[in-house]
């Protein structure tokens, strides 16, 4: 059974028999910032130690821990050159004004290079064109030839345009994907449920690949033309070098995106590119007020974070897109993506086929299926984790970040 193009279907949650459901529990959202410049920190690590919980803060220093009891909690959070803080916070309390974390630099543990000066933007969109790495958004490496991967997410209607709103409706997947060069990738959607509403069709995209660029939303077709990361994107792109920033030994640089002539459709937003060898490490883009207006929708925006993989290999684990519609409703598929196995040999079938697929063995499951497996999804990332603490080639950093 093929799962039909990524814009056509994302849609297609609104048409799900909607039902009332519970209030959501207690989020805890936050920010953790440098305490001197108040810039965010991208990739710092949150712990409840308590609960034995915790979250690692995106590119704009954000994180989020949800499902938490009322009462006093402690919060600690660490980061590679600054002083580890803890604070006690009280939910749900926090958890309504989303407090900033503020880190202090540490002289003992910063990288010498912290606060050197910044390259030129034209250095930058240089080292970015030399050799093109990206193709609609993929991480691209001429020696990386294949690998797997695992994925898993939600994809969720809310009542209004805020993520944290009411719950209309909840559709939850996991599953697995093949890739190999040149740009061939396949994924399987292995088993899912629905949550807050009876599930008539399966009704998303599960992909690795989010191209924002181009699709079908609403009936319409559209085209804004080349990605902010292909060779001749400049003549259509305005670029303004933000910042720079560490992400452990990497420094990574933040730009600004817009297109040069307002009245054309383009994407506006971020993209921020590893210093060393001009990789993706992630962005945040959406199509501007002329491209989103024919299409009836308020918000059309793409976000996906990458991380280092053997020290080389920036791979996504981390995607979300959010459409607004006009009336106002939040649709939001967030996707995970992990377990990734690299240059493994992938046979001809796996990836000669349908991008997006359901397997024969993810048929809905019933009530008592997922009741006895409600653990399943967190049992295999324990032993994930287990798995790469004992492993040769996973860095140092990276095993003491795990056991973390």
Known sequence: MSVRPFFSILAGIFALHLVPAPSNPATLNGTVRDSASRAPLPYATVILPELRRGDHTDLYGRFAVSDLPAGPILIRVSYVGYRTASREIIVPDAADRRPDILLSPSPLTLKSHVGMPRPSLEDVLEGIGREPRENVFHTRYTDLKSYRFALGGTQTLYADD????????????????????????????????????????????????????????????????????EWDARRDYRYRLVSTVQMGDVAVHKIHVKPRKKRRPGLEGAIWISANDFSLVGYDLRLNKRGRKPLGVKELRTYQQNALYYDRYWLPVLQTVRITTGSGALAEQTTRIGGYSLNPVLHDSLVNRDPFSIRPDATRRGAAYWKAREDSLETAQRQAVQTLLETNTVPHGWKRLLSQ
């Open 162 to 229: 805020r993520a944290g709103a009411h719950v209309l409706a909840q559709i939850e997947f996991d599953g697995r994907g093949y890739y190999r060069n040149p740009g061939r990738i396949a994924q399987d959607i292995t088993a899912y449920r629905s949550r807050h509403a009876p599930a008539q069709r399966f009704g998303m995209h599960p992909g690795v690949i989010v191209n924002i660029r181009s699709g079908r939303l609403n009936g319409r077709d559209f085209d804004v033309g080349p990605l902010p990361l």
